[in-house]
């Protein structure tokens, strides 16, 4: 009997092993994804809810499209900055942060760009996936739009855009504000844009190919808003 006691008392002292999740980032999105130096803003919110719902992250890097394949193939458990709207089979987490797109031309185009269905008549560059994360009225304009195209890597929307090669791109301000930074010797930044706020914020969550580790992360992402990590975070970034 003693033994026993021992044995079950040796269970309870021992540390519980954190459940290991091979997490798939877009590439490199600054601020939110900084992909060489393993921060950002998004980046270290959903590394701190997951690492507090008990889980150790494996971060892997990856243009969206392919992240999406690599989670239907189980290359990795979960996938970020996605939602329902992606149309990939997975268990979603809550919304761990929201993005506000908009469509950005050169003020010097004089574009009259009103509703979403207006980028129809023009040349368009968004992001991967983009088709179908902003809704379905935009998924009409992309799939009947012959001048509409998405790139895996931000930084070629801000030389598409100033360079005059396309008319509109979609991007969150804060990513092509960002890139100006990159850019700048290549191509005329200081030009003035118009900004058409024609977009809804998009929330993104996880994309699981478990319900349990979508479940953890929440608990996390709750317990760091409660504990006010997640509003650090974001001060942290906010002169991005």
């Not at 044995?7 to 877009?26: D, E, H, I, K, N």
């Not at 270290?44 to 494996?58: E, F, P, Y």
């Not at 008549?121 to 509409?148: C, D, I, K, T, W």
Request: hydrophobic share 40%; glycine share 4%; with cysteine.
């Amino acid at each position: 009997m003693k033994l026993l006691w021992a044995l079950c008392w040796l269970s309870l002292s021992l540390p519980v092993s954190a459940q290991t999740l091979r997490l798939g980032f877009g590439t490199h999105k600054p601020p939110y994804v900084f992909e060489d130096e393993a921060r950002g803003l998004e980046y270290d919110i959903v590394v701190a809810a997951a690492q507090r719902g008990g889980l150790q992250v494996q971060v892997q890097y990856a243009p969206m499209e392919r992240l999406h394949l690599m989670l239907r193939h189980g290359q990795v458990d979960a996938i970020a900055t996605t939602n329902e709207l992606s149309g990939v089979s997975a268990f979603y987490s809550d919304a761990y942060i929201y993005y506000q797109n908009v469509a950005v031309a050169l003020s010097a185009r004089q574009l009259d760009i009103q509703r979403v269905s207006d980028l129809a008549r023009y040349s368009v560059s968004a992001f991967q996936h983009a088709r179908f994360l902003l809704g379905q009225e935009f998924q009409q304009m992309a799939e009947a739009n012959p001048h509409y195209r998405e790139e895996p890597y931000q930084i070629a929307r801000n030389r598409l855009l100033y360079s005059r090669r396309v008319d509109v791109v979609v991007s969150d301000m804060r990513i092509l504000r960002y890139f100006n930074r990159e850019v700048y010797t290549q191509v005329d930044v200081s030009q003035p844009l118009a900004i058409y706020p024609i977009f809804a914020a998009t929330g993104y969550k996880l994309g699981c190919t478990q319900q349990s580790h979508c479940a953890a992360f929440n608990q996390g992402l709750a317990a760091i808003r409660a504990s006010g990590e997640y509003k650090t975070i974001e001060r942290r970034y906010a002169m991005h």
